[in-house]
């Protein structure tokens, strides 16, 4: 079975610019949730997508945000980049609701 | 309330020998609790877990010893061989459905042949 893919895998981006990335969760698996990874702040969580609707959001400001599609596949935006904003990007599909989350490998976002 | 407390930051073993990393939190509301391995330039990956009503879980050379009243658990690596050399993490997660990971700060391992 195809483990979770993300793309692009990694970005280089200039500051005020936006980004959208993407991310294809493992066959069969409804839900997606996608996390923040800095050396700083280590792994935090973003926000969670369920049957295309999102079920739970952390304490991201508002330039963060995502989506579902019905084939369970998952987008997020980051608009008005910053600096701070330079991280890799997690994304983990999940079967149901409250099972074992599955990471795919990242995307590494450089803001410049 | 919402944080899990992770320790030791690093931690240097014999190949051979026992790695014990901790984690603690204070929200009762957690009901499960995994463990994550990630290596340089992967994400992580789903290492182990456990829910409180089981006070230990083994997988290979992996135990998780889960405390509940002191609110804690703790990944036990036996016998730690190089290829174990990582960064490990804790979470927890809220009852109820949800699966908003809560991550402890990660600890780096590293095996000496």
């Known amino acids: 079975k195809a483990g979770v893919t993300q793309t692009p895998r990694y970005l280089i981006k200039t500051r005020g610019q936006q980004v959208t990335l993407s991310c294809s969760p493992i066959?069969?698996?409804?839900?997606v949730s996608w996390y923040q990874q800095t050396p700083g702040q280590g792994l935090q969580f973003l926000f969670e997508?369920?049957?295309?609707?999102?079920?739970n959001k952390g304490n991201f400001p508002g330039r963060f945000s995502g989506r579902q599609f019905s084939n369970s596949r998952s987008e997020m935006n980051v608009s008005t980049l910053e600096l701070g904003d330079s991280a890799l990007y997690l994304c983990?599909?999940?079967?149901?609701?409250?099972?074992?989350?599955?990471f795919g490998p990242g995307t590494r976002l450089t803001v410049t | 309330q919402q944080q899990v407390k992770q320790s030791p930051q690093s931690l240097i073993v014999q190949k051979g020998g026992i790695s014990i990393i901790n984690c603690a939190y204070e929200?009762?509301?957690?009901?499960?609790f995994p463990w994550y391995q990630q290596f340089p330039g992967k994400g992580p990956a789903l290492l182990i877990a456990?829910?409180?009503?089981?006070s230990e879980k083994k997988e290979g050379r992996f135990t998780i010893s889960f405390n509940k009243s002191a609110k804690q658990f703790s990944l036990h690596i036996m016998d730690s061989q190089p290829g174990d050399s990582a960064t490990y993490f804790c979470?927890?997660?809220?009852?109820?459905?949800?699966?908003?990971?809560?991550f402890g700060a990660g600890t780096r391992l590293a095996v000496h042949p």
């Open positions: 983990a599909s999940t079967r149901g609701l409250a099972d074992e989350q599955y």
């Open positions: 066959s069969g698996h409804r839900s």
């Open positions: 997508y369920f049957s295309e609707t999102q079920r």
């Open positions: 929200n009762t509301a957690f009901d499960y």
């Open positions: 456990i829910r409180p009503d089981v």
């Open positions: 979470a927890a997660s809220l009852s109820g459905g949800y699966n908003k990971l809560i």
